[in-house]
Protein backbone atom coordinates (compact mmCIF):
# COMPACT_ATOMS: atom_id res chain seq x y z
CA UNK A 1 0.00 0.00 0.00
CA UNK A 2 1.23 3.66 -1.30
CA UNK A 3 2.43 5.31 2.01
CA UNK A 4 0.57 9.17 2.93
CA UNK A 5 3.77 11.35 3.48
CA UNK A 6 2.39 14.18 5.49
CA UNK A 7 2.64 17.63 4.42
CA UNK A 8 4.55 20.22 6.49
CA UNK A 9 2.65 23.45 6.53
CA UNK A 10 4.80 26.89 6.29
CA UNK A 11 3.66 27.92 9.81
CA UNK A 12 3.62 32.22 10.58
CA UNK A 13 3.71 34.66 13.21
CA UNK A 14 2.51 38.28 12.79
CA UNK A 15 3.70 39.59 16.33
CA UNK A 16 2.40 42.36 17.87
CA UNK A 17 4.35 43.13 20.91
CA UNK A 18 1.81 42.98 23.42
CA UNK A 19 2.80 40.04 25.56
CA UNK A 20 5.57 39.15 27.89
CA UNK A 21 8.60 37.82 25.82
CA UNK A 22 9.46 35.30 28.56
CA UNK A 23 6.29 33.77 28.13
CA UNK A 24 5.03 34.26 24.36
CA UNK A 25 4.82 30.81 22.84
CA UNK A 26 5.02 32.29 19.63
CA UNK A 27 8.88 33.81 20.20
CA UNK A 28 9.28 30.53 21.51
CA UNK A 29 8.20 28.51 18.29
CA UNK A 30 10.55 31.21 16.60
CA UNK A 31 13.42 30.62 18.62
CA UNK A 32 13.25 26.60 17.59
CA UNK A 33 12.68 27.61 14.17
CA UNK A 34 9.67 26.08 13.85
CA UNK A 35 7.87 28.94 12.98
CA UNK A 36 8.83 32.51 11.19
CA UNK A 37 7.75 35.86 13.15
CA UNK A 38 7.67 38.94 11.84
CA UNK A 39 6.21 42.44 13.07
CA UNK A 40 4.43 44.29 9.73
CA UNK A 41 1.24 42.74 7.88
CA UNK A 42 2.88 43.03 4.33
CA UNK A 43 4.94 39.88 5.29
CA UNK A 44 1.74 37.83 6.01
CA UNK A 45 1.31 35.29 3.03
CA UNK A 46 -1.27 36.10 0.55
CA UNK A 47 -4.08 33.56 0.47
CA UNK A 48 -2.58 32.41 4.39
CA UNK A 49 -4.95 30.48 6.66
CA UNK A 50 -5.18 33.27 9.28
CA UNK A 51 -6.59 31.76 12.56
CA UNK A 52 -9.15 34.28 13.96
CA UNK A 53 -11.19 33.71 17.05
CA UNK A 54 -13.90 35.71 15.59
CA UNK A 55 -14.19 34.25 11.99
CA UNK A 56 -17.59 33.07 10.92
CA UNK A 57 -15.87 30.07 9.01
CA UNK A 58 -14.40 27.12 11.14
CA UNK A 59 -11.55 25.58 10.01
CA UNK A 60 -11.88 21.87 8.69
CA UNK A 61 -10.26 19.19 6.29
CA UNK A 62 -11.21 20.86 3.21
CA UNK A 63 -8.66 23.69 4.07
CA UNK A 64 -6.65 20.87 3.81
CA UNK A 65 -4.94 22.55 0.06
CA UNK A 66 -3.42 25.70 1.63
CA UNK A 67 0.17 25.65 2.64
CA UNK A 68 0.38 28.72 5.16
CA UNK A 69 -1.02 29.01 8.21
CA UNK A 70 -1.08 32.21 10.21
CA UNK A 71 -2.00 33.69 14.02
CA UNK A 72 -1.85 37.08 15.26
CA UNK A 73 0.24 36.65 18.71
CA UNK A 74 -1.45 39.50 20.72
CA UNK A 75 -3.02 40.52 23.86
CA UNK A 76 -6.75 38.73 24.18
CA UNK A 77 -7.62 42.26 25.62
CA UNK A 78 -6.74 43.35 21.50
CA UNK A 79 -8.13 40.36 19.49
CA UNK A 80 -11.85 42.43 18.95
CA UNK A 81 -10.01 45.63 17.70
CA UNK A 82 -7.00 43.98 15.94
CA UNK A 83 -8.18 41.29 13.59
CA UNK A 84 -11.16 43.60 11.88
CA UNK A 85 -7.84 45.56 10.65
CA UNK A 86 -6.76 42.41 8.86
CA UNK A 87 -10.25 42.00 7.02
CA UNK A 88 -8.65 44.00 4.05
CA UNK A 89 -5.97 41.71 3.41
CA UNK A 90 -6.57 38.69 1.36
CA UNK A 91 -6.53 36.33 3.68
CA UNK A 92 -8.69 33.03 4.77
CA UNK A 93 -10.03 33.91 8.36
CA UNK A 94 -10.84 30.46 9.86
CA UNK A 95 -11.50 30.04 13.82
CA UNK A 96 -10.98 26.99 15.51
CA UNK A 97 -14.07 24.81 17.25
CA UNK A 98 -14.27 24.12 20.88
CA UNK A 99 -11.15 22.61 22.54
CA UNK A 100 -9.43 23.35 25.78
CA UNK A 101 -6.40 25.41 26.68
CA UNK A 102 -3.86 23.44 28.71
CA UNK A 103 -1.64 26.61 28.79
CA UNK A 104 -0.69 27.46 32.38
CA UNK A 105 -2.20 30.87 31.96
CA UNK A 106 -5.88 29.72 30.41
CA UNK A 107 -5.54 25.72 31.39
CA UNK A 108 -9.24 24.76 31.15
CA UNK A 109 -10.78 27.33 29.39
CA UNK A 110 -12.08 26.59 26.08
CA UNK A 111 -11.40 28.31 22.47
CA UNK A 112 -8.63 31.06 24.56
CA UNK A 113 -5.44 29.39 23.01
CA UNK A 114 -2.08 30.24 23.03
CA UNK A 115 -0.33 30.68 19.18
CA UNK A 116 1.21 27.23 19.91
CA UNK A 117 -1.82 25.30 20.98
CA UNK A 118 -3.57 27.26 18.06
CA UNK A 119 -1.19 26.00 15.44
CA UNK A 120 -1.61 22.84 16.67
CA UNK A 121 -5.11 22.11 16.67
CA UNK A 122 -4.69 23.31 12.98
CA UNK A 123 -2.49 21.04 12.05
CA UNK A 124 -4.12 18.58 13.50
CA UNK A 125 -7.31 19.39 11.92
CA UNK A 126 -5.77 19.46 8.81
CA UNK A 127 -4.16 15.78 8.96
CA UNK A 128 -0.47 16.64 10.23
CA UNK A 129 -0.30 15.23 13.75
CA UNK A 130 3.04 14.59 13.46
CA UNK A 131 3.45 18.73 12.73
CA UNK A 132 1.36 19.35 15.71
CA UNK A 133 3.27 16.86 18.03
CA UNK A 134 6.81 18.15 17.11
CA UNK A 135 5.94 22.03 17.75
CA UNK A 136 3.90 21.14 21.28
CA UNK A 137 7.11 19.08 22.19
CA UNK A 138 9.20 22.15 22.90
CA UNK A 139 6.91 23.16 25.57
CA UNK A 140 6.44 20.58 28.73
CA UNK A 141 2.55 20.89 29.08
CA UNK A 142 1.94 20.45 25.24
CA UNK A 143 1.51 16.93 25.21
CA UNK A 144 -1.87 17.62 27.93
CA UNK A 145 -3.04 19.66 24.92
CA UNK A 146 -3.74 16.86 22.35
CA UNK A 147 -4.37 13.98 25.77
CA UNK A 148 -7.27 16.21 26.52
CA UNK A 149 -8.51 17.27 23.28
CA UNK A 150 -7.91 13.75 21.64
CA UNK A 151 -11.38 13.17 20.97
CA UNK A 152 -12.59 15.93 19.69
CA UNK A 153 -9.61 16.59 17.81
CA UNK A 154 -10.03 13.01 15.62
CA UNK A 155 -13.53 13.80 15.18
CA UNK A 156 -12.88 16.96 13.62
CA UNK A 157 -10.44 15.75 11.59
CA UNK A 158 -12.81 13.29 9.97
CA UNK A 159 -15.01 16.19 9.27
CA UNK A 160 -15.96 17.18 5.27
CA UNK A 161 -16.17 20.88 6.13
CA UNK A 162 -17.03 24.06 8.60
CA UNK A 163 -20.76 22.51 8.44
CA UNK A 164 -19.97 19.37 9.93
CA UNK A 165 -17.05 20.79 12.06
CA UNK A 166 -20.28 22.79 13.73
CA UNK A 167 -21.83 20.30 14.34
CA UNK A 168 -19.49 18.51 16.07
CA UNK A 169 -19.01 21.01 17.88
CA UNK A 170 -22.32 20.83 19.46
CA UNK A 171 -21.77 17.42 20.64
CA UNK A 172 -18.62 18.90 23.12
CA UNK A 173 -20.48 22.27 24.27
C1 LIG B 1 -4.45 36.08 21.28
S1 LIG B 1 -2.91 35.32 20.87
C2 LIG B 1 -2.24 34.99 22.46
C3 LIG B 1 -0.84 34.46 22.33
C4 LIG B 1 -0.18 34.16 23.67
N1 LIG B 1 0.32 35.36 24.22
C5 LIG B 1 0.92 33.13 23.52
O1 LIG B 1 1.91 33.20 24.26
O2 LIG B 1 0.79 32.22 22.70
C6 LIG B 1 -3.36 33.65 20.31
C7 LIG B 1 -3.63 33.57 18.83
O3 LIG B 1 -3.84 32.19 18.49
C8 LIG B 1 -4.93 32.07 17.57
N2 LIG B 1 -6.09 31.46 18.28
C9 LIG B 1 -6.21 31.18 19.59
N3 LIG B 1 -7.42 30.62 19.86
C10 LIG B 1 -8.09 30.57 18.69
C11 LIG B 1 -9.39 30.11 18.29
N4 LIG B 1 -10.27 29.60 19.16
N5 LIG B 1 -9.73 30.21 16.97
C12 LIG B 1 -8.87 30.73 16.06
N6 LIG B 1 -7.64 31.18 16.38
C13 LIG B 1 -7.24 31.10 17.67
C14 LIG B 1 -5.25 33.49 17.12
O4 LIG B 1 -4.46 33.84 16.01
C15 LIG B 1 -4.89 34.30 18.37
O5 LIG B 1 -4.71 35.66 18.09
Known sequence: MKKQIDKDYHLHIF??????PKKCTGKKMARFEL???FDKVQKIPRGS???DPMAKQALSPADKHEQNITVLDCSWETV?????HLMRLHLQHRALPYLVATNPVNFGRPFKLTSVEAFAAALYILGNKKQAE???SKFNWGHVFLDMNKEPLEDYSKAKDSNEIIKIQSEYM
Do not use: G, S
Open 49 to 51: ILL
Open 35 to 37: ARI
Open 80 to 84: EEVFP
Open 15 to 20: HAKQCD
Open 134 to 136: KIL
